[in-house]
């Protein structure tokens, strides 16, 4: 009677909350190795979405070098493979660069991710390092092994010595380019561009948006190419968060004072309900409809 019981009330919760016995969607496109062979289509928004027809970052290139292999992660619709190696040419030219150390772009189909990220899901996001590359002949193990640097002091307010004209240089370049929708850095980068760039050179730093866990690398957004008609393009712009400014304001300054340090206040209570899904929690019925056609293609 009691095996009964607990039988019964299992196939209850099954049957009014079907989704518990639902694969996470980043269970299954983390077990893709290879994309699908299909036409190249950006498919949903950045971080939820998924990536038909991507193209592979070559591991090592003249001038750069994927990072990480072992996590299958650099994988990229043809316009952001096409920017990453131009952006790369443009590196080699700086002083004391011989390149870029590219860290991860996709999964081979994209979608939510096994761990790390809860963007990157539509082959237009990727992540460049902040360690300039001195050799760019380092094998798979030792890709695995050697790390970034990070340009921010530990107290998250200024640049440290690792911060370099170089690294403005490179950040520029990457933001003025019109494939891109904007790059995601620490503020405290952000800060030092803005008191250093020039009164006639500012137009760059709209795109140049300020956000934590970005010390040691930059996060690269391509808007959705021409033509991507399922490719959801984000909202607000750039131009409607600066209010049409270069962002070197009081809302960059936030992120170095009550970011850190927020003030006291008596905390609302707690809405109950469901918690918002993520890119954790999504399941295939949380995706773009399409993505189940690029989850099942050859």
């Not at 909350?17 to 996470?24: F, K, M, N, V």
């Not at 030219?93 to 979608?111: A, C, E, N």
């Not at 921010?152 to 929708?181: C, F, I, Y």
């Amino acid at each position: 009677m009691f095996r009964f019981l607990i039988i019964a009330s299992v196939s209850l919760v099954t049957s009014l909350s079907p989704a518990l016995s639902e694969p996470l969607a980043r269970q299954l496109f983390g077990a893709k190795s290879v994309p699908s062979q299909q036409a190249p289509q950006a498919i949903g928004f950045y971080s939820r979405g998924c990536a038909a027809g991507l193209q592979a970052m070559p591991q090592t290139g003249p001038t750069w070098q994927a990072m990480r292999l072992s996590r299958n992660r650099n994988w990229g619709q043809p316009e952001m493979i096409a920017y990453l190696q131009d952006l790369s040419r443009y590196a080699a030219s700086l002083p004391g660069w011989k390149g870029l150390y590219i860290g991860d772009i996709s999964q081979p189909r994209g979608g939510p991710m096994t761990g790390g990220h809860a963007s990157h899901q539509i082959g237009l996001d990727a992540d460049v390092w902040m360690l300039p590359p001195q050799r760019l002949d380092l094998s798979r193990a030792q890709r695995e092994k050697i790390s970034s640097i990070s340009v921010r002091s530990a107290d998250q307010r200024r640049t440290n010595g690792n911060w370099t004209p170089q690294h403005m240089a490179l950040l520029r370049h990457a933001a003025s380019d019109p494939r891109v929708e904007r790059v995601f850095v620490t503020a405290a980068a952000k800060i030092a561009m803005c008191n250093a760039a020039p009164r006639n050179d500012r137009a760059w730093l709209q795109k140049i948006r300020p956000i934590y866990g970005h010390n040691t690398h930059f996060h690269v957004r391509l808007k959705c190419p021409p033509g991507a008609r399922y490719c959801q393009a984000q909202k607000p712009t750039v131009a409607t968060l600066s209010k049409g400014g270069d962002g070197c304001d009081e809302t960059l300054n936030w992120w170095v004072t009550d970011y850190l340090n927020p003030p006291k206040t008596t905390a609302p209570p707690k809405k109950k309900g469901p918690r918002k899904k993520n890119a954790k929690t999504y399941v295939m019925a949380d995706l773009p409809s399409q993505c189940r056609a690029v989850l099942s293609a050859r």
